[in-house]
Antibody
Framework: QVQVVQSGAEVKKPGASVKVSCKAS????????IHWVRQAPGQGLEWMGI????????TYAEKFQGRVTMTRDTSTSTVYMELSSLRSEDTAVYYC????????????WGQGTLVTVSA | DIVMTQSPDSLAVSLGERATINCKSS????????????LAWYQQTPGQPPKLLIY???TRASGVPDRFSGSGSGTDFTLTISSLQAEDVAVYYC?????????FGQGTKVEIK
């Protein structure tokens, strides 16, 4: 069965970087794009970007351009999201997500990774 | 960017009664070449990732109870819970996947009256 499993919670200081992983299993890794979505405490869902695991091409939301980097490792079926120059407003749960077979809606979600930015 | 606006922000419904959530997009998410609306609905309970309920505006995802239904086209959409159950207490989000930069509504919190 399709699974996407994320790395554990992180605590970072302002100005630092964080790298979150998302390991996929149960399907052909290179056949489906992976999206990243974040959710600040008590807030809604915010789309951050997308990576094509086949060739590593990416598209980022303008808000995160210059601060976010999404990469993949096909040997381990893992996608990474690195966010730099962290500030307190980046405190959030970060999710990776994959579409279903029938549409581009997000049928499969990671469990979420809490990133806390605090001095 | 396509802006998704949900209404209301919250609602309280008695058990067994109908709950209706609206979602409006700032531009049409109907793709004319296939006549599909690129609109999904999700349910999120505390501490959990969102769960896909509806895609293509009206197609229920696998395993979703038939009390959940989606309707609408173009820019105006509705999620209906025909008979609210206790386990339906959650926040519901609409999402457009018409553009690569996908956007979500702000969420609607559904509670029991």
């Amino acid at each position: 069965q399709v699974q996407v499993v994320q790395s554990g919670a992180e605590v970072k200081k302002p100005g630092a970087s964080v790298k979150v992983s998302c390991k996929a299993s149960g399907y052909t890794f290179t056949s489906y794009y992976i999206h990243w979505v974040r959710q600040a405490p008590g807030q809604g869902l915010e789309w951050m970007g997308i990576i094509n695991p086949s060739d590593g091409s990416t598209t980022y939301a303008e808000k995160f351009q210059g601060r976010v980097t999404m990469t993949r490792d096909t040997s381990t079926s893992t996608v990474y999201m690195e966010l730099s120059s962290l500030r307190s407003e980046d405190t959030a749960v970060y999710y990776c997500a994959r579409r279903g077979a029938d549409s581009s809606a997000f049928e499969y979600w990671g469990q979420g990774t809490l990133v806390t930015v605090s001095a | 960017d396509i802006v998704m606006t949900q209404s209301p922000d919250s609602l309280a419904v008695s058990l067994g009664e109908r709950a209706t959530i609206n979602c409006k997009s700032s531009q049409s998410v109907l793709y004319s070449s296939n006549n599909k609306n690129y609109l999904a609905w999700y349910q999120q309970t505390p501490g959990q990732p969102p769960k896909l309920l509806i895609y293509w505006a009206s197609t229920r995802a696998s395993g979703v109870p038939d009390r959940f239904s989606g309707s609408g086209s173009g820019t105006d959409f509705t999620l209906t819970i025909s008979s609210l159950q206790a386990e339906d207490v959650a926040v519901y989000y609409c999402q457009q996947y018409y553009t690569t930069l996908q956007t979500f509504g702000q969420g609607t919190k559904v509670e029991i009256k």
